[in-house]
């Protein structure tokens, strides 16, 4: 079955870094895009950062833009989020979504805070 494993997230002072990790199974990941949502309490779930198959193909979100960075490695079926210059507002759960196949991942919680 497909699973989604993220990990890397925690607690961290602003204007540090945070790399994430989604570990995928169960499917040929590097048919498919994928990308990184978050959800803030209290808001909606939000796109971070998309990437196609090939890893050629990145779109960031504006908030993110110049700080985060999508990446993946399909010979270990991981994609990254690397963050830096972290603010607090950017505290939320970040989940890997596995486009086209409808899959996500369990989250991952980052929390910016001095």
């Known amino acids: 079955q497909v699973q989604l494993v993220e990990s890397g997230g925690g607690l961290v002072q602003p204007g540090g870094s945070l790399r994430l990790s989604c570990a995928a199974s169960?499917?040929?990941?590097?048919?498919?895009?994928m990308s990184w949502y978050r959800q803030a309490p209290g808001k909606k779930r939000e796109l971070v950062a998309f990437?196609?198959?090939?890893?050629?193909?990145?779109n960031n979100t504006d908030f993110v833009k110049g700080r985060f960075t999508i990446s993946r490695d399909n010979s270990k079926n991981t994609v990254y989020l690397q963050m830096n210059s972290l603010k607090p507002e950017d505290t939320a759960i970040y989940y890997c979504?596995?486009?086209?196949?409808?899959?996500w991942g369990q989250g991952t919680q980052v929390t910016v805070s001095s």
């Open positions: 990437i196609a198959s090939a890893g050629s193909n990145t």
């Open positions: 169960g499917f040929t990941f590097s048919r498919y895009g």
């Open positions: 979504y596995a486009n086209i196949l409808g899959y």
